[in-house]
């Protein structure tokens, strides 16, 4: 904390921080609670956005803009400096955590807080964002960014000094790297690259570094320890952090085990894959009499997405990569905020991205035969899911700088996966639709009416179901027809028959009639609207009405 008089405050302020230009802000804050992350496009968190997609530069915070006077921050709510920033990096996505500063100062006479944040300019090609929006200043205003300011944010040129990956760690040796790890490596580059086998046996341990990436110059980078540096090596990359956790949960979600795992990435990888316990599954393919066998988890898969973690983690933001074992599903959690636009975008996208956050560290995992080509591997994964009919894998990017692939490890719906045996010629787009159907996910609108144009789906939104057409070919006649409702003349004319015969009923008695009749498309609350909104139909149409007790229904003759 910075003590010094309110007029000192005040000078130091006016003269390091000018106001009300593109860099700089004043914001009169009197609390930190409800200013940090309240209205967008009015808050702390907005402010960091647009200041950090032009060049960086300061807020300060318990200043009135128009007097200049030092209002001070009446509320901290237990803020720290410490605090917020962690709130920043979990607000902000993308912002670089690294550079982010915030000074607290403090008046000896009068007892006023003021806060200034230093805020770096974005990395580079990635946006920052608040409230899920990008932001930047115009004059007195926050507005949306501007799309000319996007197109020169994501074009801009990389420099090798702006990639951690890269960065060359001048006092570590060949000394602190494990000689099991470089056999491996050798081993992992002459399978991907067979004719060069001789050539590769012929290199230095030195000259190899350097042509697959993991070196500059013979010098040793961050790269070369995460891959192939030993385990006491490792504090050469404090304070980020290399570390893997491989957790066993059981069907309550309670913790049965876990390891911990540190570098060298090349060979700890296939630790962390041994410990999975990846069993038999066997499920019946309709043209057999016996049941195909497969393992839970194909290897391809629980590689790609393990090693995805590793070359796209933030480890600036000191967190471990998880691999979180389930009885029928595996969970990967890295941190840092997912730099495509969406998985969609990536799977369908025939070009690589042309961002990586570790690009220095990712085209070494290529040549070392760890990852797929780059942006290819996602696609893969989905590929290969869907080859095994099993569900597609899971992106979930609802939490900021965090990114969380779940792999699952058997059929959901048999119907959908005789739909990828019958239907072998359906492209990947579609596939990827189909299973947000049998994980009852949301679709749009678009996205419905292309499944229904392929007679694929039937129902109304949000209860979708397979089609009539592909339930005959799936064999599953008695699940359409479950799920197709009857017309509403067929449920009055029972209702009609109940009346006839019981002369009266309350609204449980028709809800018990009917409900096992109604679609199962419906839920419980569904069904019960449907009598509700059936029998109103009939009370408009003169055919039932309420007794004189108001609930009781009897015919109105």
């Known amino acids: 904390m910075n003590t010094m008089t309110e007029i000192e405050l005040k000078q130091y302020i006016q003269?390091?921080?000018?106001q009300e230009n593109e860099a700089c802000e004043w914001k009169d804050y009197t609390t930190l609670k409800h200013s940090f992350g309240g209205h967008e496009g009015e808050d702390i968190i907005s402010y960091i956005s647009a200041i950090s997609n032009m060049e960086g530069g300061h807020l300060v915070v318990g200043i009135q803009d128009k007097t200049q006077d030092i209002i001070g921050i009446k509320e901290f709510n237990n803020f720290t400096a410490q605090t917020i920033k962690l709130k920043i990096i979990d607000k902000c996505v993308n912002i670089n955590s690294e550079k982010l500063k915030i000074e607290e100062f403090n008046t000896s006479d009068t007892g006023k807080i003021v806060w200034v944040f230093h805020i770096p300019k974005h990395l580079p090609r990635l946006i920052v964002y608040a409230h899920g929006k990008a932001w930047q200043r115009i004059e007195d205003s926050l507005v949306e960014l501007k799309k000319e300011r996007q197109d020169i944010i994501v074009r801009e040129p990389i420099?090798?000094?702006?990639?951690?990956?890269?960065q060359i760690l001048h006092t570590a040796t060949f000394d602190?790297?494990?000689?099991?790890?470089i056999a491996k490596a050798r081993e992992?580059?002459?399978?991907?690259?067979p004719r060069k086998i001789a050539e590769c046996d012929s290199w230095t341990d030195a000259v190899f570094l350097n042509k697959v990436g993991a070196t500059i110059l013979g010098q040793i980078t961050n790269t070369t320890l995460l891959l192939l540096g030993k385990e006491e090596s490792v504090h050469y990359l404090s304070p980020n952090i290399a570390k893997i956790s491989w957790i066993l949960k059981d069907e309550n979600n309670i913790?049965?085990?876990?390891?911990?795992?540190s570098i060298p990435f090349i060979l700890n990888t296939s630790e962390v894959f041994n410990r999975v316990r990846n069993l038999t599954y066997r499920y019946m393919q309709d043209t057999s009499l016996f049941p195909t066998e497969v393992k839970m988890y194909d290897s391809f898969v629980i590689r790609e997405a393990l090693h995805n973690c590793i070359a796209h983690q933030d480890y600036s933001l000191h967190g471990r990569i998880s691999v979180v074992e389930k009885p029928d599903e595996l969970i990967f959690t890295n941190v840092g905020s997912f730099i495509p636009k969406d998985i969609q975008t990536v799977i369908e996208q025939d070009a690589p991205q042309e961002y990586y956050r570790n690009g220095f560290l990712a085209e070494a995992m290529v040549k070392l035969n760890m990852i797929d080509t780059i942006g290819s591997g996602?696609?893969?994964?989905?590929?290969?899911q869907r080859k095994r009919f099993f569900p597609l894998p899971d992106f979930d990017l609802s939490v900021a700088n965090k990114v969380t692939v779940k792999i699952s490890g058997r059929i959901w719906d048999e119907n959908y996966t005789k739909l990828l045996m019958s239907k072998t010629d359906l492209d990947l787009k579609t596939v990827v639709l189909l299973d947000r159907i049998q994980k009852s996910l949301s679709l749009t609108d678009d996205e419905i009416k292309h499944l229904k144009k392929l007679k694929l789906i039937e129902g109304r939104k949000p209860n979708l179901f397979i089609s009539e057409s592909i339930a005959k070919i799936t064999d599953e006649k008695s699940s359409?027809?479950?799920?197709k409702a009857f017309d509403d003349d067929y449920y009055k004319n029972l209702i009609l028959s109940y009346l006839q015969k019981y002369t009266r009923g309350i609204?449980?008695?028709?809800?018990t009639l009917l409900f096992e009749k109604l679609s199962d498309s419906l839920n419980e609350i569904q069904k019960r609207d449907k009598v509700k909104n059936l029998m109103q139909s009939m009370k408009r149409d003169g055919k039932i009405k309420l007794d004189s007790d108001k609930k009781t229904w009897i015919l109105d003759a």
Do not use: G
Not at 15 to 18: A, G, I, K, R
Not at 255 to 261: A, G, L, P
Not at 480 to 483: L, R
């Open 15 to 18: 003269s390091h921080f000018p």
């Open 507 to 511: 609204k449980e008695d028709f809800v």
């Open 159 to 166: 420099s090798i000094n702006d990639d951690w990956s890269a």
């Open 176 to 181: 602190d790297l494990d000689p099991k790890a």
């Open 480 to 483: 359409y027809i479950k799920n």
């Open 188 to 193: 992992e580059y002459k399978e991907k690259n």
């Open 255 to 261: 913790e049965r085990d876990y390891e911990h795992f």
């Open 378 to 384: 996602i696609k893969r994964m989905f590929t290969e």
